[in-house]
DNA sequence: TACAATTGTGTCATTAATACACTTTGATTT
DNA sequence: AAATCAAAGTGTATTAATGACACAATTGTA
């Protein structure tokens, strides 16, 4: 919770900047190695969990400022992001500001408005990223999707929207590329997969399946030093790759 | 175009119930025995066409908003109404009410805003509605879709992004609840699909898959009356297809 | 040198999709 | 009343995609 000095700058600044009654609240998916987790921000004082958001300068693009945010939170870059829903419960924030309530007059402060959040999801590999807080959180960190602590105000409906959305695409895109190293396994893209859609999927029928899209190169070399038999490493096709991100695979009528 | 008169009262009004910066537009696709239209305004003065559109109360929800619209322009109620994506390019309303710029400070001027627009389609069967032209408008009719005229601002990619949407939509969505009469034959509903594709299907594979959603039931009645033999009729199996409305047919992994 | 663990590859059975052909029916024509 | 026409019902052979499963190959370790 902020002071009242620090609530009058804050609504100072956001209202010289931003474009009232917009937020931005980004689903940052994180992965590595098999682990799926996702960024969340914890408040000042408070200990309650929110997802990174912000706003949106007023001449700003919404994908800009959408990357805007994640740059801030992450130090990234580039990286996969995706509009998914509009969230605008006229009461969706009212419970959570009550407490700037009779601080400011309604007409100076920023949180008393009504807020409609544009929901995006990011994939990252989260070894690349470098989580950092914003003005209103004591930290930024990295949580396990089983292990989502209480989210303020509706953000758990947008994680839930995300996740739904997501498991959806991968049945019409592919997704991958800045998730995996250059080179990687069938495995380690199949785990990526399973743990995407929180199932097993079966090695070969995976392995037959994702060639058939034609999104990938295979290697000549292997990945030595493994315990066991060396697997052959795979590249995505950045030219088959992006024209199915355009086109979408194939699919029904 | 409004005259300043106009303008001061369409501001007034609109300052003091809208939302600013937000606005709604509506792809409105009608259907009716195989045609395909979609409902377009004709700007006042102008002959540009437009989206219906809107904007939101400065308290109700989203979804509210886009149903009064939709209600408001074709006395239609409670229709298939989808949210898919919200347009903010800064300029995108900019060159076009550059006409109001300088008959009131900007401050009072509604136009001069910046707005993003939440884009919403539905689907309707135009015999059922009565289009209505709005203040701004001289009139509201159905075009066909394959002869839809030069939109104003960003309309013609808000048409053409609904439009893909909902085909992607068939996939995983059955369709046609208030499309379609009560009971309908199997070729009727055929028709509906190909309009919507804008390709033509096989008769028998289409049945086949459809009846496989196991959304439909089958009539022992037949339709007697045409010129040839009697097709068989069907209803939607309203709680097979408000579960596949949520689940969505099966799909990939 | 045998072993354990992991990867590569193949096959069979089932299901879904595609491309067709023939029969049935009911009004219309002769 | 019989023949005809056009639309609708139903079926089948072929191909493609998916699911379930088995075995051989490889590599470091015991």
Redesign the pocket.
Known sequence: MLTKKELIDYCRNARENYLPHFSIDCVVFGFHEGIMKVLLLQVKNEGEWYLPGGFMLKKEPIENAANRILKERTGLDKIFLQQFHVFGDPERSKAHFEMYKDMLPASQNWFTNRFLTIGYYALVDFIDANPTRDELSVSCTWRDLHDVPELKLDHALILKTALDTLRLQLNYQPIGYNLMPKEF???ELQKLYETILDKKL????F???ML?FGILNRSEQ?R?????????LYSFNQENYQAALKEGF?G?W
């Open positions: 396994t069938m495995p079966d090695r070969r029928n392995q037959r399946r058939g292997q030595k030093g493994g315990a066991h038999k060396a697997p052959y194939k029904g």
